[in-house]
């Protein structure tokens, strides 16, 4: 293990005004994306979508510090022969690669999860490490239970998804890959904040436990949390000021100062929400770890939207995207206010 690259390459990620692009959606998931414009989900117009993000400017080169990328796609090459994984590296971002291979019911735990692939995963990260990845990402999946129902998630869950999640972190450092950790709790539901905050805690706590028992360097590692905000079917819904005390509250209490950086998914928020709420507690707090986004949906709905799989919006939908990468910039700096969302990108 290269801990000097390793630190190297986190503390790349999670540059000043930079953040991740979340382009790792498995085909299942890009075609219900796909679906929302009434798109064919083929190999083409995957390989489509994604040239016309790496390829945008100046958003990859000033506010994407790296892509985390599909199997299928860090193998894929642009209709005019450039692989994809170029276009990244041209404009100075860093490829990454989604690992796990989903998340499967977990036995005896009816209505949890989890995220397999272990097996062989060595090989799979010697072999991404020559296709060029420098980092990877590892998602665990933690529910939170409806109507009070606080039997889920569970400590089984919880304790063998946080177990997974270290065993990949220590198998990626040996093959000098940065490991993004990913152990997010589901907004899905009407639990309260509070509740979030809860279980938010509890499995954070755990992670780093099971990093630590595991001889993970936390200073070759990032983290992908998830904001402690309402579940999305409460009506008491907590304001954008609350949401960014509580994550940073949690975070605080759980996260080490040795961590390079800390990257939230977005989860289910709308793109300004998330952006809004990254900007505030940058700009309210001073923190061992600066804190950026790893934005999925966030990033691309706006895009996705314009682009619509029509050529004739290459341009518009490249806008799109410029613009949400530079309010998530701003937002990574803390200087973002949702009166830029008039501004032209
Ligand atoms: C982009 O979506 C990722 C892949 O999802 P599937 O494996 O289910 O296809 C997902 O892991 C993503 O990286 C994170 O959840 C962050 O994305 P969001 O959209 O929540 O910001």
Redesign the pocket.
Known sequence: MDLDQLNEIACAMVAPGKGLL?????????GKRFASIGLDNTPDNRRDWRDMLFRTEPAMSKHISGV?L?DETIRQSAKDGTALTKLITDAGSIPGI?V?M??KPLAGAEGETITEGLDGLRDRLADYYELGARFA?W?AVVNIGGNGDDSVPSQYCINTNMHALARYAALCQEANIVPIV?P?VIMDGDHSIERCYEVTEFTLKTLYRELFDQGVVLEGTIL?P?MIISGTTNDDRASAEEVADMTVQCLANCVPAAVPGIA??????SDEE?TEHLSIMNEAYDLPWPMT????????AAPLKVWAGKSSNYDAAQAAFNHRARMNGLASLGEYKPAMEKETA
């Open positions: 979340a382009a790792d959606e498995s085909t299942g998931t890009i985390i599909y989604k796990d989903g998340a990402k998602r990913e997010e992908k998830n939230f998914l977005s989860g289910g928020q998330a986004f790893s934005y999925g949906r966030a990033l691309q």
